[in-house]
């Protein structure tokens, strides 16, 4: 059995992820925020074990309700979830010692979405495990 695969998920209000596998994050780790939302981010953390190094690791990361239901969207095609998926495969370096954990990252920035008031959760899928990460969205009053 392949060893679990360790994972992070944080919501920010920007981040973006560089070549050597850094994530640059601004307004990191809230779990609350109004509705519509503001464009925001998700960034994954991963540490790949030594023995899903080299192989295709696939992945999706989708918003869905409280239920774990995918969340479906307007838009001027029709309607559709908000999800990101491919595979991800991770070398071993030269020079790195067997058994080594690996850092892997990515982000996924998100534009202002109209969801309606409710609990909400980033589910990401990979390599046959499942993480998530719950949020809340809430009406803004009107000013004042």
């Given at each position: 059995?392949?060893?679990p695969?360790?994972?992070q998920?944080?919501?920010?209000?920007?981040?973006?992820s560089?070549?050597?596998?850094?994530?640059?994050m601004?307004?990191?780790?809230?779990?609350f925020?109004g509705?519509?939302?503001?464009?925001?981010?998700?960034?994954v953390?991963?540490?790949?074990?030594?023995?899903?190094?080299n192989?295709?690791?696939?992945?999706?990361?989708?918003?869905?309700?409280e239920d774990?239901?995918?969340?479906?969207?307007?838009?001027?095609?029709?309607?559709?979830?908000l999800?990101?998926?491919?595979?991800?495969?991770?070398?071993?370096?030269?020079?790195?010692d067997?058994?080594?954990?690996l850092?892997a990252?990515?982000?996924?920035?998100?534009p202002?979405?109209?969801?309606?008031?409710?609990?909400?959760q980033w589910?990401?899928?990979?390599?046959?495990?499942?993480?998530?990460?719950s949020?809340?969205?809430?009406?803004?009053?009107p000013?004042?």
């Open positions: 059995m392949a060893s695969i360790e994972v998920l944080i919501l920010c209000d920007a981040a973006v560089d070549p050597n596998g850094k994530v640059h601004l307004g990191a780790g809230w779990s925020t509705t519509p939302t503001a464009p925001h981010a998700v960034a953390l991963l540490g790949i074990p030594w023995d899903r190094t192989q295709k690791i696939p992945f999706e990361l989708e918003l869905c309700d774990g239901q995918p969340v479906v969207l307007a838009t001027g095609d029709g309607t559709q979830n999800r990101h998926a491919g595979n991800m495969e991770i070398g071993r370096p030269p020079g790195v067997p058994g080594t954990t850092d990252s990515f982000t996924l920035s998100i202002p979405l109209p969801l309606t008031a409710g609990r909400y589910r990401l899928s990979i390599g046959g495990q499942v993480e998530v990460k949020f809340a969205a809430r009406s803004q009053g000013p004042g």
